[in-house]
C-alpha cells in the first residue's frame, strides 16, 4: 500500500522517560512533515523537512528533537517526556509543486503519566 | 485574530441537505487553500483543494474562494450521515506550512 506510516499507533509512558516516534512514507514525496494534535483538536505543525533539510522548525521545547535519514523518513524524539507532551503526533507528507497539499499518516496517540 | 478561523460548531444538518462550512483568513498573500476531513480518531483526509476565486466541484463537495474577502467555504450537497466529521480548513499562506482552522464538527441527522 502507498501510504505514510507511522510507529507505535500507541505509547504510553512515565514522566521524565525518553521516546521516538517514527514515520515513513512510500509516496516518493519530497517534504515531511510532524504535527501535534492537542486535545481540543488544534492542528499545529512543529517541524518540516525537505529531501533531508530542516526548513520549519515551530516553537517547539529543544526536548523534540528531529531527525531524517533520508526522504522517506522523519523521526520524532522527545526526551524527558512531560505531561504536557500528552497528544496525537501526526506524520505527513507532500509531494513537490502541489501548493503544499499533505497526506497524513494515521496517528501515534501519545500518553504520559 | 487567529490566522484561521472556523465556526467550532456542531453544526447538524439533516440528510440530505445542503452544509455549509465556513472559514476566514488573516494572511491577504495566502495562494492555496484545503479542506480535510477528520473522523474520531482518525486522521485529517485531504478531500478538498482551491487555489483561485470561484467555485470548484467534485461530486457532492464544493469550494468557494473568495480571496478579496478572505473568505473560503465548503458545501456539502446530499449530506450523508457518513458526512459527519470535524471539517479542517487549511491555508498556505506562501511558505513552506499549512496553518490549520481549529475545525467545525458536522452531525449529520438521519
Redesign the interface.
Same mark, same amino acid.
Given at each position: 500500500d502507498t501510504a505514510v506510516s507511522q510507529t507505535p499507533k500507541y505509547l504510553v509512558t512515565q514522566m521524565g522517560n525518553d521516546k521516538s516516534i517514527k514515520c515513513e512514507q512510500n509516496l516518493g514525496h519530497d517534504?515531511m !512533515?510532524w504535527y501535534k494534535q492537542d486535545s481540543?483538536?488544534?492542528?499545529? +505543525?512543529m517541524f518540516?523537512y525537505?529531501n533531508k533539510e530542516l +526548513? +520549519?522548525n515551530e516553537t517547539v521545547p529543544n526536548r523534540f528533537s528531529p531527525k531524517s535519514p533520508d526522504k522517506a523518513h522523519l523521526n520524532l524524539h522527545i526526551n524527558s517526556l512531560e505531561l504536557g507532551d500528552s497528544a496525537v503526533y501526526?506524520c505527513a507528507s507532500s509531494p513537490p509543486l502541489t !501548493?503544499?497539499?499533505?497526506?497524513?499518516?494515521?496517528?501515534t496517540r501519545l500518553t504520559v503519566l | 485574530q487567529k490566522e484561521v478561523e472556523q465556526n467550532s460548531g456542531p453544526l447538524s444538518v439533516p440528510e440530505g441537505a445542503i452544509a455549509s462550512l465556513n472559514c476566514t483568513y488573516s494572511d491577504r498573500g495566502s495562494q492555496s487553500f484545503f479542506w480535510y476531513r477528520q473522523y474520531s480518531g482518525k486522521s485529517p483526509e485531504l478531500i478538498m483543494s482551491i487555489y483561485s476565486n470561484g467555485d470548484k466541484e467534485d461530486g457532492r463537495f464544493t469550494a468557494q474562494l473568495n480571496k478579496a474577502s478572505q473568505y473560503v467555504s465548503l458545501l456539502i450537497r446530499d449530506s450523508q450521515p457518513s458526512d459527519s466529521a470535524t471539517y479542517l480548513c487549511a491555508v498556505n499562506p506562501g511558505s513552506e506550512k499549512l496553518t490549520f482552522g481549529t475545525g467545525t464538527r458536522l452531525t449529520i441527522i438521519p
Open positions: 517534504t !512533515y481540543k483538536k488544534f492542528l499545529k +505543525i518540516s525537505n +526548513i +520549519i501526526f !501548493y503544499n497539499e499533505q497526506f497524513f499518516g494515521p496517528g | -
